[in-house]
């Protein structure tokens, strides 16, 4: 009787949780009902003002939505914007930093009750800025998007028939007006959504020349009731993203991480769909996108003009703590949601934890903190290698080397372990490269031992359990802090084995893991 008057607990809690998310959401965007009787109210105002009327069948709502719900996630702490959030805290890096909000349009609707008459102009426009991480998540209603006037390729086809195809056809070329919002005729003034001020106050241009984000919000026009005709009508919440090192796992997480944290931060009451605003091939790190969000299309798919009723503008993923944390002191040591819960504290997070449970969730994995946290009598230890694969057109196929004897290093661990423990050893062999990602994700949250040379496939201790340890061996020519970091970001036990060049002293490898082992009681 106590355990199910627990789990009745829990799901009353629940079901009020949800509650208050939907209700808040709806009434930040009261757009999404309030257009019914204006629809029918323009219908008995003009003649021809919408001329696309019958072109409009997706104005509706869906009643049966097609989104992902949220997982439940034992690390989840509230998203709620807090003014008092400090600068440059763990909160304001890895959370919701995000405290100014800046509205650059406020739909019409507003004035349509005051007024009693129908004068369109549904369009919204709103953004809100991080000091801290110098990027804002902006988001709008209303939106169109016009495929035809973004140069970059299709974007979506199979690597091998566009080998050799450059970067700059991939990255996305607004013409003015490529995306567009609805607003009334006597709204329009010239004819654009923001000025050059305001991109440089709060789209920074930051580390790259080609900031897309910004030169996507650049393009935005705005165009009367009369001249917004669409194709199509995309009624969910979609995330806008555009990726840069698409194919390189360690920058994909920064994108991944970007596009969470913006649908957290705009309260989305479900996992949004996704376009991707570039013209990249497939890739393999595409099975992780469609299992973290709704669904997936690109941009250049679309046969004509795409009205989005929400678009959430993800910032890049440079613009992130995981990059940023590689060249600013950012002191944050990870600590469980449930401590922070009970004792903030500026210095500590809990949300790579949170977005690594996310991932896991997604691919339906387990993530309950009791589970992950039982002692056991046998341990995974996973050696996430580096393999020669085709990542992308310019790729030619040869990884480079980071540790020289790598297969030397594998074998002798193999043997040692063969020798016998204390406990039952499975040694895995981590060949990430030709593995699906849901598989490596599996490998990663099995593990109790992660190890392998510094490396992208490395940033899957994203989602490692709390008690996993991490024994990175890095060589003198690439010693930089990403996996420290994360490792720090999490809470996560971390040794490193520093190298003079490339090759690895196999005993001193199966040292350092004979000591790990024992610390596991092995």
């Known amino acids: 009787m106590h355990v199910n008057s627990r789990r009745l607990k829990v799901l009353l809690f629940l079901f009020f949780l949800n509650s208050v998310s939907l209700y808040l959401y709806f009434s930040a965007h009261p757009d999404y009902f309030r257009h019914y009787s204006k629809e029918e109210s323009a219908r008995s105002h003009t003649g ?10 997706h104005f509706q709502f869906p009643l049966a939505s097609t989104a992902k719900p949220w997982p439940i996630l034992p690390s989840y702490l509230p998203w709620s914007i807090n003014p008092n959030v400090s600068l440059r805290s763990c909160e304001s890096y890895f959370g ?3 405290t100014r909000r800046i509205d650059v349009l406020e739909s019409a609707t507003l004035d349509i009750r005051r007024k009693s008459v129908d004068v369109g102009g549904r369009g919204w426009f709103r953004c809100y800025y991080s000091e801290t991480l110098r990027s804002s998540i902006c988001e709008g209603g209303w939106i169109r998007m016009h495929p035809e006037k973004i140069r970059m390729s299709i974007g979506g086809e199979n690597l091998e028939v566009v080998i050799g195809r450059g970067e700059e056809e991939e990255l996305p070329d607004f013409e003015a007006g ?23 106050n709060y789209l920074h241009h930051g580390v790259i020349s080609r900031h897309t984000v910004r030169a996507l919000v650049d393009s935005i026009r705005l165009v009367g009731t009369r001249d ?6 995309i009624e969910e919440p979609t995330l806008l993203v555009t990726r840069f090192e698409y194919a390189n796992l360690f920058h994909t997480v920064t994108d991944w991480y970007s596009a969470y944290v913006s649908s957290r931060v705009t309260d989305l009451p479900s996992r949004p769909h996704l376009v991707f605003v570039d013209g990249h091939c497939a890739a393999p790190l595409e ?3 469609k299992a973290l969000f709704s669904s997936l299309k690109y941009a250049k798919n679309f046969t004509g003009p795409v009205c989005f009723r929400h678009a959430i503008l993800s910032p890049l ?14 002191d944050c040591h990870g600590a469980s949601a449930r401590d922070l819960w009970q004792k903030p504290d500026l210095t500590k997070t809990a949300r790579i934890s949170e977005f690594g449970e996310m991932i896991r969730a997604s691919f339906g994995f387990p993530v309950d903190r009791h589970r992950s946290m039982k002692p056991t009598s046998t341990h995974n230890v996973l050696f996430v290698r580096r393999e020669d694969y085709l990542a992308h057109p310019r790729h030619g196929g040869k990884v480079e080397s980071r540790l020289s004897n790598e297969q030397e290093v594998f074998d002798s661990v193999k043997n040692w372990l063969a020798n016998g423990q204390k406990c039952k050893i499975n040694l895995v062999n981590g060949l990430f490269a030709h593995m699906p990602m849901k598989d490596q994700v599996r490998a990663i949250q099995d593990a109790s031992v992660i190890i392998g040379a510094h490396g992208a496939g490395l940033t899957h201790i994203v989602s490692a359990t709390p008690r996993t340890i991490v024994l990175e061996i890095i060589s003198s020519e690439f010693r930089r802090p990403h996996f420290s970091l994360i490792s720090e970001w999490k809470g996560l036990e971390y040794h490193a084995i520093n190298l003079v060049g490339s090759y690895a002293n196999p005993s001193e490898v199966i040292e350092n893991l004979g000591n790990i082992l024992h610390s596991l009681r092995c």
């Open 96 to 98: 919701n930093g995000f």
């Open 287 to 289: 099975e992780t996108w």
């Open 228 to 233: 917004f005709e669409c194709a199509e009508w």
């Open 178 to 200: 490529a995306f567009d919002i609805e607003v009334t005729e006597r709204s329009i003034g010239d004819g654009k959504l923001v000025d050059a001020e305001f991109l440089d």
């Open 48 to 57: 021809n003002r919408h001329t696309l009327t019958e072109n409009r069948q």
């Open 317 to 330: 993923g440079y613009e992130t703590a995981l990059f940023k944390g590689l060249t600013e002191d950012l």
